[in-house]
């Protein structure tokens, strides 16, 4: 794929300007006291871990956080130090909810929390404790990195851009009108109860394969990868199906960001959640993986268990997880 740099450095330059003026307006809600700062950002970052190499879904950054500090040192902004470094939006969702006094990591010892928003967000807790998906890539894969029969990362099917992609798919409409006209999930959600076909379609096509998303979770943490899904990287190494935690269930599976709001919506109970659960039971009861004694774990009375499905209202999960790890890393050099 060509990319144009004039382009992609203008793109840079409103991406940096947008995180300055968000600072800056932090910095003078706090009184203008000096500020420590963390940052989240998808993507492969640089060996330093301050900028960004590679992204899907915008510009190479690899100065990122240089151009950030010195714009805020211009503008009189005081800051504690540098920034030591871009941490991983995922992994901050996480953070957020296990820090958070009202977070769905709370009280529970294993749990796996899917954020749908630009794109999908994995973090899981097992054993008490937060493991990145980068340090059990070889026998779990994260969301973006899986396909499925159509040739789709699960990606398209947990976010809000994904969703307007399938959408556009089902209406024969280009992607690039449906943003440009800001048909967002929830409009494709109430245009679906109206009883419009393409965004029927498109919630039955999504909660399909959210619900396959979350019973591959549940299977591959029990019993090891069964290979439900393909990978969008046709060179990746198959998933190992033995692993340190072989034998964990699930206490909570946590839907979060604009994907769980969407599914708290009464459009997306109707459309998502309501579906979801039916198919998690059908599967579950199907599933050749799962000992009979650890169906009943996730089903009664012929349903998947409502309260193992938690909707997050924390939206500040990943600004939270980063403001965390950013003063944890403050406080390790001092």
């Known amino acids: 794929m060509l990319i144009n740099i004039e382009t992609e450095t203008r793109q840079g330059s409103a991406y940096i300007q947008a995180a300055v003026d968000t600072i800056k307006k932090l910095y003078r809600m706090g009184g203008n006291k000096p500020v420590l700062i963390g940052i989240g950002m998808p993507g492969l970052k640089t060996t330093d871990k301050r900028g960004i190499n590679v992204i899907n879904n915008g510009p190479r950054m690899i100065d990122y956080c240089t151009r950030i500090e010195q714009t805020l040192r211009q503008a009189g902004v005081e800051i504690v130090g540098p920034i030591a470094r871009l941490g991983s939006d995922a992994d901050y969702c996480g953070i957020g909810e296990f820090y958070a006094r009202n977070g769905s990591f709370q009280r529970v010892q294993n749990a796996y929390y899917l954020g749908g928003g630009t794109g999908a967000a994995d973090a899981l807790l097992l054993n008490g404790q937060l493991i990145p998906f980068d340090a059990i890539k070889s026998w779990m894969a994260k969301t973006w990195e899986m396909k499925n029969d159509k040739g789709y990362s699960l990606e398209r099917y947990a976010s809000a851009s994904g969703i307007q992609f399938i959408y556009s798919l089902h209406a024969h409409l280009p992607i690039e009108s449906v943003t440009s006209e800001q ?152």
Not at 229 to 254: M, Q, S, W
């Open 183 to 334: 048909i967002f999930p929830i409009h494709i959600a109430e245009l679906a109860v109206a009883g419009d076909k393409p965004a029927l379609a498109t919630f039955s096509e999504v909660s399909e394969y959210l619900s396959w998303l979350i019973f591959e979770r549940i299977c591959t943490l029990f019993s090891g990868s069964k290979e439900i899904f393909g990978f969008v990287n046709h060179k990746r190494e198959a998933l190992d199906p033995v692993h340190l935690y072989r034998g964990t269930l699930l206490d909570r599976i946590v839907i979060g960001q604009r994907l769980g709001d969407l599914m708290a919506s009464a459009s997306g109970e109707q459309l998502l959640t309501s579906p979801i659960l039916k198919k998690l039971y059908d599967v579950i009861q199907a599933a050749g993986c799962l000992p009979e004694k650890v169906k009943l774990a996730y089903i009664k009375d012929k349903q998947f268990i409502r309260e193992k499905l938690i909707l997050s209202q924390l939206r500040e999960a990943p600004a939270l997880g980063a403001a965390i790890d950013a003063h944890r890393t403050f406080m390790l050099g001092h």
